[in-house]
């Protein structure tokens, strides 16, 4: 054998071996939740705005520490009145007064970078908690899809074996037809179920930004947690009074505003009237004057202005108020409608119990020729309800928990 054939023949091999594990690696793969949240993170379009706005917030931040930078001009200048003449000069200025709007900015911006810092903290939780209630409904909706399957398998199965009774003339042909219904339901049950499955997966998605490749979501286990969250300060309310903090310097400022101008005046200059590149022959100088002034007609708008900010201010106190009592009786709902879904979820596990035990009775019971065919579709029914109903109430019982940390701003699922 050549070398050239012994290659094509290693070759072919190896592909033999490499295409079908990548098939079969293909097929098991699967979407778990800590993906789905990290492409959530990357790339919802919420959180791609947030970011955009922390840098805005950034940047007005670092324009109020330029503000107190003083003002420094270079010029160079050439004069033909017939004499040539050049000319340069560097001149260095400041002014800094007693109600210095600049100070007042520089310290609202820094408000406004802490607000924007807990706001962009606080959309991660939001981010983290809107991908697991989509990544919740596709499950569930998952879940739902494989107990339709089953129950059309049962169906399926009762129907064969009603037809088989029928022509031992052991089965009525009403009996018959409530098999044919009964199957055509599961069958209408699995469409639906199907449906919403992939109107789930399109929502969780679209939110993630990200093409969907079809691959099944994996199971959600998260033990259910049993101590209660204590209550502590959301981050929406923190935000409201800090920018109380910004209301409270717009009083000061307009108290300030009542007082005289006082300002303070530095300049320094240096220039030359001859060879720019001669430095000794540059000259300097330098001014620092102190001035003090108030204005005999803008005492009654100042006062006004004044009396607005203030009352703004008391709004904002009775805002604040408001939003920390109904945040606290929300807190107080949010603990009983969690206590409440965990008594629904022990009632739905106990139900799903004593429905398992009676399909099981009734299957028997039927195959035996006791019981009617329409005593079996009950009891299938109920049992596929009750699975249907445990599973729903440990997935909100899920969300209830996450939304009461999302809430109080604890980190969402014990990590983000």
Same mark, same amino acid.
């Given at each position: 054998?050549?070398?050239?054939?012994?290659?094509?023949?290693?070759?072919?091999?190896?592909?033999?071996?490499?295409?079908?594990?990548?098939?079969?690696?293909?097929?098991?793969?699967?979407?778990?939740?800590?993906?789905?949240?990290?492409?959530?993170l990357?790339?919802?379009?919420?959180?791609?705005? &947030?970011a %955009?706005?922390?840098?805005?917030s950034?940047?007005?931040?670092?324009?109020?520490?330029?503000?107190?930078?003083?003002?420094?001009?270079?010029?160079?200048?050439?004069?033909?009145?017939? =004499?040539?003449?050049?000319?340069?000069?560097l001149?260095?200025s400041k002014?800094?007064?007693?109600?210095?709007?600049?100070y007042?900015?520089?310290?609202?911006?820094?408000? =406004?970078?802490?607000?924007?810092?807990?706001?962009?903290?606080?959309?991660?939780?939001?981010?983290v908690?809107?991908?697991?209630?989509?990544?919740?409904?596709?499950?569930?909706a998952?879940?739902?899809?494989?107990?339709?399957?089953?129950?059309?398998?049962?169906?399926?199965?009762?129907?064969?074996?009603?037809?088989?009774?029928?022509?031992? $003339?052991?089965?009525?042909?009403?009996?018959?037809?409530?098999?044919?219904?009964?199957?055509?339901?599961?069958?209408?049950s699995?469409? *639906?179920?199907?449906?919403h499955?992939?109107?789930s997966?399109? =929502?969780l998605?679209?939110?993630?930004?990200?093409?969907?490749?079809?691959?099944?979501?994996?199971?959600?286990?998260?033990?259910?947690?049993?101590?209660?969250?204590?209550?502590? &300060?959301?981050?929406?309310?923190?935000?409201?009074?800090?920018?109380l903090?910004?209301? *409270?310097?717009?009083?000061?400022?307009?108290?300030?505003?009542?007082?005289?101008?006082i300002?303070?005046?530095?300049?320094?200059?240096?220039?030359?009237?001859?060879?720019?590149?001669?430095?000794?022959?540059?000259? $300097?100088?330098?001014?620092?004057?102190?001035?003090?002034?108030?204005?005999?007609?803008?005492?009654?708008?100042?006062?006004?202005?004044?009396?607005?900010?203030?009352?703004?201010?008391?709004?904002?106190e009775?805002?604040?108020?408001?939003?920390?009592?109904?945040?606290?009786?929300?807190?107080?709902q949010?603990?009983?409608? %969690?206590?409440?879904? *965990?008594?629904?979820?022990e009632?739905?596990?106990r139900?799903?119990?004593?429905?398992?035990?009676?399909?099981e009775?009734?299957?028997?019971?039927?195959?035996?020729?006791?019981?009617?065919?329409?005593e079996?579709?009950?009891?299938?029914?109920?049992?596929?309800?009750?699975?249907?109903?445990?599973?729903?109430?440990?997935?909100?019982?899920?969300?209830?928990?996450?939304?009461?940390?999302?809430? %109080?701003?604890?980190?969402i699922?014990?990590?983000?």
């Amino acid at each position: 054998m050549t070398t050239t054939a012994k290659i094509i023949t290693c070759t072919v091999i190896l592909l033999f071996f490499t295409i079908p594990l990548a098939l079969m690696s293909n097929s098991e793969r699967v979407y778990d939740l800590e993906e789905l949240i990290e492409l959530g993170l990357q790339n919802s379009h919420e959180r791609q705005s &947030e970011a %955009l706005r922390l840098k805005n917030s950034k940047s007005s931040l670092t324009s109020s520490y330029v503000d107190f930078l003083p003002s420094a001009n270079v010029n160079v200048g050439h004069e033909y009145t017939g =004499d040539s003449r050049t000319s340069a000069g560097l001149s260095i200025s400041k002014n800094l007064y007693l109600n210095d709007s600049r100070y007042f900015n520089w310290r609202r911006s820094r408000i =406004d970078w802490g607000n924007a810092e807990l706001s962009y903290q606080e959309n991660k939780k939001s981010t983290v908690f809107e991908v697991f209630l989509r990544v919740i409904r596709t499950v569930e909706a998952q879940k739902r899809v494989e107990i339709q399957k089953r129950n059309l398998a049962i169906q399926e199965r009762v129907k064969e074996q009603t037809e088989l009774l029928h022509r031992l $003339d052991q089965r009525s042909l009403i009996e018959l037809k409530q098999s044919e219904i009964a199957l055509i339901n599961a069958q209408v049950s699995l469409e *639906d179920s199907q449906q919403h499955l992939k109107e789930s997966r399109e =929502d969780l998605f679209m939110y993630l930004n990200i093409d969907d490749e079809g691959h099944p979501i994996a199971e959600i286990e998260i033990p259910v947690s049993e101590e209660l969250p204590n209550y502590r &300060e959301p981050v929406d309310l923190t935000l409201v009074k800090n920018n109380l903090k910004k209301a *409270d310097l717009t009083l000061t400022q307009s108290k300030l505003s009542f007082l005289p101008n006082i300002s303070l005046n530095y300049s320094y200059i240096i220039r030359t009237d001859d060879d720019v590149l001669s430095f000794d022959d540059y000259s $300097d100088s330098y001014t620092v004057s102190l001035s003090a002034s108030y204005s005999l007609f803008n005492y009654v708008q100042n006062r006004q202005t004044h009396h607005r900010n203030r009352r703004e201010k008391m709004i904002q106190e009775i805002n604040i108020d408001r939003i920390e009592s109904g945040y606290q009786k929300q807190y107080q709902q949010m603990i009983r409608n %969690l206590k409440r879904e *965990d008594r629904l979820y022990e009632l739905s596990e106990r139900r799903q119990e004593l429905a398992e035990e009676t399909l099981e009775l009734a299957r028997s019971r039927f195959d035996q020729g006791v019981l009617s065919l329409i005593e079996l579709e009950q009891a299938t029914k109920d049992y596929h309800e009750a699975t249907i109903e445990l599973s729903t109430r440990y997935y909100q019982r899920l969300l209830k928990q996450e939304e009461l940390n999302l809430f %109080l701003s604890y980190p969402i699922l014990g990590r983000w």
